[in-house]
């Protein structure tokens, strides 16, 4: 029971275009969503959050958006740059205050061609 | 730049052995997390302590599983009898406040491998 999706394991753009990365939720009960980016061999690490009462949150080449009515986010970075490659792994949390249970999705490995 | 590091980066183990997995969270963090990722996997919460008791667990954090933060610095994972599914990528996390209200600070992992 896939409770958070990322059903693009794979996605490669050009250096200098837009990388989209999406993601979907199925609990109605997620009130806080993040992204994660991870390297080969290291832990995850924190890129972007975003809480339920926002649509949109930004932070240089990085924008997420949330659409509460589809379930859906997605992370835009533009210009994507070589260095961007990784995998991207989407989290959510909430059930009314959990203290770290976020649920990840399986993540997208996104390579930055130059 | 403060960092959580976690010891060994590989630990290989027979089964039915118990394995103890190390990490040492940044300092002044209130919130401590193991996670885990089954090769090809998502990453899967385990558990989440607070004042020195787990706040929260999930259901793959059974009986054969423990933690502790036996001197203020370390934060432990403990696998009683390891069983070859155990095998995974084992992440320890910590966070200033809670996980929903501020990022998460993830070690580099430990590998677990039973055999």
């Known amino acids: 029971d896939q409770q958070v999706k990322q059903n693009s394991p794979s996605l490669s753009v050009q250096e200098g275009r837009i990388s989209i990365l999406n993601c979907d939720y199925t609990n109605s009960m997620f009130d806080y969503f993040l992204w994660y980016k991870k390297y080969p061999a290291e832990g995850p690490t924190f890129l972007i959050s975003?809480?339920?009462?926002?649509d949109k949150n930004e932070d240089g080449r990085f924008t997420v958006f949330l659409n509460k009515s589809a379930k859906h986010l997605s992370l835009h970075i533009v210009p994507s740059q070589p260095g961007d490659s990784a995998v991207y792994f989407c989290?959510?949390?909430?059930?009314?205050?959990?203290?770290?249970?976020?649920?990840f999705g399986k993540g997208t490995k996104l390579s930055v061609k130059p | 730049e403060p960092e959580v590091t976690q010891t060994p980066s590989h630990q290989v183990t027979q089964m039915g052995q118990e394995v103890i997995l190390r990490c040492v969270p940044i300092?002044?963090?209130?919130?401590f997390y193991w996670y885990r990722q089954i090769l090809g996997q998502k990453v899967e919460f385990l558990v989440s302590?607070?004042?020195?008791?787990?706040?929260?667990k999930s259901e793959i954090f059974d009986d054969q599983f423990s933690v502790e933060r036996p001197d203020g610095s370390n934060f432990t994972l403990k696998i009683r009898s390891t069983k070859l599914e155990d095998s995974a990528m084992y992440f320890c996390?910590?966070?200033?406040?809670?996980?929903?209200?501020?990022?998460?600070?993830f070690g580099q992992g430990t590998r677990l491998t039973v055999v």
């Open positions: 996390a910590s966070s200033g406040q809670g996980i929903m209200n501020t990022e998460a600070f």
């Open positions: 300092s002044n963090h209130l919130y």
């Open positions: 989290a959510a949390s909430g059930y009314g205050g959990s203290q770290g249970n976020l649920i």
């Open positions: 975003i809480s339920s009462i926002k």
């Open positions: 302590f607070y004042n020195n008791e787990i706040s929260e």
